[in-house]
């Protein structure tokens, strides 16, 4: 692979917080003194009562336990509201820009303050309190935005289900976190077609095992014809109408938890990752702020959704800790055209861009479309997350997107670390299309062997962190014992992170991708385990395998190998109707590309299916397959070569 370095101009340099060296001195500090460096770093906070304990945290086996700045009392969303309010209340802090090119809004921070305040109360009227759940299911909109910190305001919990999961999916996660109330709108929008929320909720409430939701509180968004139970559902508007535009917030412990968010793992159940207040704000603000190089008065955009994490630390809480103005967007890249991105980039003279490798990959799909009709001048940064960023496409948004003038930051992390932990700072950084580059502050990167050994130097393993940082999740909702086994059992005394790495002889990480059984499409994280457990759910379906193939645009996608029960005919149509049904039992993402009859599937003769082989056939290394003897049919692989749909 050909390795071109991208150095820092001097005139990025010259624009930016931070140089080389500062980065190195701050991040040397950080590493030799995390007390020092984080109790500085925690002043960027409004404290209620300061904390007294900087750092408690241990990553022992049967003890993983990780707590910051015990003692002190905060709140999130005087953070990110209230304090701004004396110089910033007629600052923009949102900037809508709808599905339609043609809709749009804005909203200061004093109005911010005022909508969060109405809902806040809204939320005590209907007796949601301190430490009580709530889930929220909602278009991208700014009313997404102000039940999060109406939440936070009021210590309730949130969590977040992205708004592409069907009923099944929204009625597991309100089952695993007791929700008391569900907030969504009537309905969304998404290039140009409708996704039907309410609805979506109605049929999840259905659901028997769903008993915990007192309310569903409905946002208006679209004016659309929704069903309507009186003893369950309430208007938002009818329940703010008559609410005062203040709310005194809630005086919250640092580890008090803040939200719920679920993510896929290697096993069936979607986990729960609980994110507390303090650390998560501190963590999730100081990213942004240095990441991003965010400096008064820039238009930053962050097109990912409320629904992830990334929409949880980029668009909700680091921006607005830092008093940002952003545009938040309802709609999809390739709406009405390839060109929208650029589009609302000019229409909004937006200077901070951060969105996905796959969306890139969509855009240069396109041909020039994405760039014909649009200048871009206003950019200052581009960032991407969410995937290993391909050479091609890296230099595809350098190039087209940021006129071979901004830099761009390939930030790696996950839903548990909070916030950005691998990443180039942009006045700092020489940049290697597709390298992560290096650690930000506090982050003690390794790369492991099999064995659980540290590698020094140029080397390629298993990524693991070896100390905690502000940010990290503290728990799996519910299964402390799960957070421990998953993450910390793994390598002893380490965070594991489930990806693999190489560390190139300047120090700078690659990100390989996931070393478990986790898919990542489109930037969407996905357990091959909840897409085979969808599957077999299907009358027709006796077992079913799932892997990834390399995707031009998805980066990965979805290849599922399926045995029938017995004396069932495979149809197109039967293969329609199981793509449909993965579709509303999980959702649309986890919908596979490719399915395959298979009459059996490869296992070993303790029943184990060998994915390694799996996944050769699916990427059409058949020669490539390896040691089959110890299969308990050796046979099933011919034929499974034989019907290879790739
Ligand atoms: C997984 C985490 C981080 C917010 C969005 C995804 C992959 C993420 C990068 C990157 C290479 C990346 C990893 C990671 N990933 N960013 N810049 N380069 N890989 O959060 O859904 O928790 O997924 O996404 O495999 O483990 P997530």
Not at 130 to 159: F, N, Q, W
Not at 161 to 167: A, K, L, V, W, Y
Not at 169 to 193: M, P, Q, S, W
Request: glycine letters at 8%.
């Amino acid at each position: 692979m050909s390795e071109s370095v991208f150095p820092v101009s001097p005139s990025v340099a010259e624009k930016s917080l931070l140089t080389n060296e500062q980065y190195q001195s701050l991040y040397q500090e950080s590493i030799d003194n995390p007390e020092q460096f984080w109790a500085e770093q925690a002043k960027r906070l409004n404290w209620f009562t300061p904390f007294d304990k900087i750092k408690n945290t241990s990553y022992q086996p049967n003890q993983v336990s990780i707590n910051w700045f015990e003692g002190g009392e905060l709140n999130a969303s005087v953070n990110c509201i209230d304090r701004h309010l004396p110089q910033k209340a007629n600052q923009t802090a949102l900037i809508w820009e709808g599905d339609e090119p043609t809709q749009d809004q804005k909203v200061t921070y004093q109005q911010l303050h005022d909508e969060v305040a109405k809902l806040a109360n809204g939320l005590r009227k209907l007796g949601v309190g301190k430490g009580d759940t709530v889930a929220i299911y909602m278009p991208m909109i700014c009313e997404a935005v102000y039940i999060m910190l109406a939440c936070a305001r009021i210590g309730a919990v949130h969590s977040v289900i992205f708004g592409g999961f069907s009923p099944n999916a929204i009625a597991d996660r309100i089952v695993n976190c007791n929700a008391k109330l569900i907030v969504t709108a009537d309905e969304g929008k998404r290039g140009g077609r409708s996704i039907p929320l309410k609805q979506n909720v109605d049929e999840a409430l259905a659901r028997k095992d769903v008993t915990t939701i007192e309310h569903c509180l409905v946002f208006k968004h679209l004016s659309s014809q929704i069903n309507w139970d009186d003893k369950l559902d309430i208007w938002a508007h009818e329940l703010t109408h008559d609410m005062p535009a203040v709310c005194e917030p809630e005086v919250m412990k640092s580890e008090d938890p803040l939200f719920i968010l679920y993510t896929s793992g290697s096993t069936g159940q979607p986990k729960g990752l609980l994110h507390t207040t303090a650390g998560y704000l501190l963590y999730s603000a100081l990213t942004h702020k240095y990441v991003f190089d965010y400096q008064e008065g820039d238009i930053y955009w962050c097109g990912a959704d409320v629904g992830w994490i990334t929409g949880h630390s980029y668009i909700v809480y680091g921006p607005l800790a830092n008093g940002a103005t952003q545009v938040i967007f309802e709609g999809i890249p390739t709406y009405p055209t390839a060109s929208r991105i650029g589009d609302v980039v000019d229409k909004h003279q937006v200077n901070i861009l951060y969105t996905a490798p796959t969306a890139i990959r969509a855009l240069m799909a396109k041909g020039d479309e994405a760039y014909a009709t649009n200048k871009r001048t206003s950019l200052r940064i581009l960032g991407s997350v969410g995937e290993p960023i391909n050479p091609e496409a890296w230099e595809w948004y350098y190039k087209n997107i940021g006129n071979s003038q901004c830099p761009i930051v390939d930030t790696w992390w996950q839903t548990e670390t909070g916030g950005i932990m691998i990443t180039p700072l942009p006045g700092a950084t020489d940049l290697k299309p597709g390298s992560a580059t290096r650690p930000f502050f506090g982050i003690k990167p390794a790369l492991v062997n099999s064995d659980g050994r540290i590698l020094e130097g140029e080397a390629s393993g298993n990524l693991a962190i070896l100390d905690s940082w502000p940010g990290q999740a503290r728990t799996i909702y519910g299964d402390h014992e799960r957070f421990e086994q998953t993450y910390f059992s793994t390598y002893k005394n380490m965070y594991f992170t489930g990806d693999g790495a190489r560390r190139d002889k300047d120090g700078y990480y690659w990100i390989t991708g996931r070393v478990d059984d986790v898919l990542n499409v489109s930037g969407h994280r996905l357990g091959t385990a909840e897409i085979e457990s969808s599957l077999v759910a299907h009358t027709s379906i006796a077992e079913a395998a799932v892997v990834g193939y390399p995707h031009d645009i998805k980066g990965q996608a979805i290849y599922a190998y399926i045995t029938p029960v017995e004396g069932v005919e495979m149809t197109d149509e039967l293969i329609k109707q199981i793509r449909d049904w993965v579709k509303t039992d999980l959702s649309p993402i986890a919908c596979p590309d490719k399915i395959q009859w298979a009459l059996g599937l490869p296992k070993t003769r303790s029943g184990k299916i060998m994915r390694r082989i799996l996944r050769k056939i699916a990427t059409n290394e058949h020669d490539q397959l390896g040691d089959t003897s110890t299969l308990a049919d050796p046979s099933v692989v011919d034929d499974l070569i034989k019907n290879c749909k790739n």
